[in-house]
């Protein structure tokens, strides 16, 4: 048995056929020859004793929408159809032409016949259709059209057959159809976030798009907590984990978060867009780690700019948040046609086990390496077998840290 929502798609995409055939700029139509080609185009439907009421309710939530009918006073309208009481015209009120002129041909769900507004290319009627289809039996069902949240793929099998269906559907819908993920109760869910805990909240998070330099952060971060958290953020889709990013350093307690990628146009570009994510809709003002980039220009491991240096971004504006001992350096890679990615930063141990100081120009400072060099020749010279450096110039300083610092002297 129909109900009232089927009667009414059919009533409006048969109205709105009808005033296609009079041309875009007419909005009127024969309410009487709307009804007749309703009733004989579902003749059997039609002769069922509820039929009249089902029509008459139709009528009445057809005009709840963008359609009005003229004489507005019920009391002037005739009978026509087995009691049944018409108006003499239906007036479309719309802001646009009525959606289902764009397919006269199909009788559009209302639900999905509001949100189609003006004409359709070929694969996105193609999916309108599909979608047309499930709405359909899931009103015929007595079912809610989506139940449940689901992600943007599991909604796209479950109405389209195609867990892809829906990739290729821009945030505000497709061209002519307003429709989101939200009208179809979806959503669509940023990859998983792996991440390395400390256990010690209080210092910087620090996050990477490069699974090497990841795991390589993760193992220093073991030995020696230097970061809370190390995040790896999935490459140059960094800034789609934003959400992500933020829900986690909420829920850790975590205040600083530090970015670390190539020292190149597109690597700058990726912590630029991050960080306006991050800051303009979570509060989160990102910064680079600079221990890391002086590391990375001191190891100056530089390789042929390629295609990573000619992305479109204007550096001194929109960077004026970055350091600027890497502008200089990116400047300086500009006119080599160089880059430095940031596998370069390789020697990490050394900042494990020294501390270096490596000024704003990208040149280390080594006066304490070459003092201890120099005190390690003279004890060779007194006792070649003796390599430790004196304990009075060391007090406090573990054999580890010694080794550490004589492996930096000797490279």
């Given at each position: 048995m129909s109900n009232v929502t089927t009667w009414l798609f059919r009533l409006e995409s048969t109205a709105s056929k009808h005033c296609l055939s009079f041309g875009k700029a007419s909005r009127t139509v024969e309410a009487r020859a709307v009804l007749n080609e309703v009733i004989q185009?579902?003749?059997?439907?039609?002769?069922?004793?509820?039929?009249?009421?089902?029509?008459?309710?139709?009528?009445?939530?057809?005009?709840?929408?963008?359609?009005?009918?003229q004489p507005k006073n019920e009391a002037r309208w005739q009978p026509h159809w087995r009691g049944l009481r018409l108006p003499d015209h239906f007036i479309f009120e719309g802001s646009t032409t009525p959606p289902a002129s764009m397919a006269p041909d199909i009788a559009w769900h209302p639900w999905l016949a509001s949100r189609i507004t003006g004409p359709l290319t070929l694969p996105v009627r193609k999916r309108l259709q599909q979608l047309n289809t499930y709405l359909f039996h899931q009103t015929v069902s007595d079912k809610p059209l989506f139940p449940d949240t689901l992600g943007h793929r599991e909604r796209s099998l479950q109405v389209f057959g195609d867990e892809k269906a829906l990739e290729s559907m821009p945030s505000t819908g497709w061209r002519h159809v307003a429709l989101t993920l939200a009208d179809l109760n979806a959503v669509r869910q940023a990859p998983p976030l792996p991440y390395e805990s400390s256990g010690y909240?209080?210092?910087?998070?620090?996050?990477?798009?490069?699974?090497?330099?990841?795991?390589?952060?993760?193992?220093?971060?073991?030995?020696?907590?230097?970061?809370?958290?190390?995040?790896?953020?999935?490459?140059?889709?960094?800034?789609?984990?934003?959400?992500?990013?933020?829900?986690?350093?909420?829920?850790?307690?975590?205040?600083?978060?530090?970015?670390?990628?190539?020292?190149?146009?597109?690597?700058?570009?990726?912590?630029?867009?991050?960080?306006?994510?991050?800051?303009?809709?979570?509060?989160i003002s990102l910064q680079?780690?600079?221990?890391?980039?002086?590391?990375?220009?001191?190891?100056?491991?530089?390789?042929?700019?390629?295609?990573?240096?000619?992305?479109?971004?204007d550096i001194e504006p929109?960077?004026?948040?970055?350091?600027?001992?890497?502008?200089?350096?990116?400047k300086a890679l500009l006119t080599t046609h160089q880059r430095l990615p940031q596998e370069g930063v390789t020697s990490l141990e050394r900042l494990r086990r020294t501390d270096h100081n490596v000024p704003e120009n990208g040149h280390g400072s080594c006066e304490l390496a070459l003092f201890c060099k120099k005190s390690l020749?003279?004890?060779?010279?007194?006792?070649?077998?003796?390599?430790?450096?004196?304990?009075?110039?060391?007090?406090?300083?573990?054999?580890?840290?010694?080794?550490?610092?004589?492996?930096v002297i000797a490279k």
């Open positions: 185009a579902h003749h059997q439907e039609a002769l069922s004793h509820d039929a009249p009421s089902l029509l008459s309710q139709a009528i009445v939530q057809l005009l709840k929408g963008h359609w009005r009918a909240p209080d210092r910087p998070a620090i996050i990477v798009e490069n699974s090497d330099v990841y795991y390589r952060l993760c193992h220093i971060n073991r030995v020696q907590a230097r970061w809370s958290l190390v995040i790896y953020g999935s490459g140059n889709k960094v800034s789609g984990q934003a959400e992500r990013v933020s829900q986690l350093l909420e829920a850790e307690q975590i205040t600083q978060l530090h970015y670390f990628g190539d020292l190149d146009i597109a690597g700058l570009k990726i912590a630029h867009q991050l960080r306006c994510k991050m800051l303009g809709d979570y509060g680079l780690d600079t221990q890391l980039y002086k590391r990375l220009i001191l190891n100056h491991l530089v390789t042929h700019e390629v295609n990573a240096n000619n992305e479109k971004f929109l960077c004026d948040w970055v350091p600027d001992f890497v502008i200089q350096k990116m020749n003279q004890s060779k010279a007194s006792s070649p077998l003796k390599l430790r450096t004196p304990s009075a110039l060391f007090d406090n300083v573990s054999s580890q840290r010694l080794y550490g610092i004589r492996r």
